[in-house]
């Protein structure tokens, strides 16, 4: 069973920044596609990025783009969100994804999850 563990979650002021990162139990023999979503309160699950398994494209909802920032490291097996200029409508749960099976920007398509950090956002 393949586990995906996040940190970096916390409270800031409006304006600041975060840095979350994720790091799956396996390295994954052919890489994977991972990704960000988050569930705000009282809210659906919803895509925040994806990146592809080299790192070489990048995918961003409207809402978080110019914002925020996906990247990996492959030798360190690593993912982060790079979160800056963060605003009170970006409190959520942020969860990292890996394995999509289909649409990235469908929670129902990713195969792992972790367990979720908590980013809360203060005005």
């Known amino acids: 069973?393949?586990?995906?563990?996040?940190?970096?979650?916390?409270?800031?002021?409006?304006?600041?920044?975060?840095?979350?990162?994720?790091?799956p139990s396996v390295r994954f023999s052919s890489g994977e596609p991972m990704g960000w979503f988050r569930q705000p309160p009282g809210k659906e699950r919803e895509f925040v990025a994806a990146i592809t398994s080299s790192g070489t494209s990048t995918f961003y909802a409207a809402s978080v783009k110019g914002r925020f920032t996906i990247s990996r490291d492959n030798a360190?097996?690593?993912?982060?969100?790079?979160?800056?200029?963060l605003r009170p409508q970006d409190t959520a749960i942020y969860y990292c994804a890996a394995d999509p099976e289909g649409d990235y920007y469908k929670p129902a398509d990713w195969a792992y999850w972790g367990q979720g950090t908590q980013v809360t956002i203060s005005s």
């Not at 586990?3 to 840095?19: C, D, H, N, P």
């Not at 360190?76 to 200029?85: A, S």
């Open 1 to 23: 069973q393949v586990q995906l563990v996040e940190s970096g979650g916390g409270s800031v002021q409006a304006g600041g920044a975060l840095r979350l990162s994720c790091v």
């Open 76 to 85: 360190k097996n690593t993912v982060y969100l790079q979160m800056n200029n």
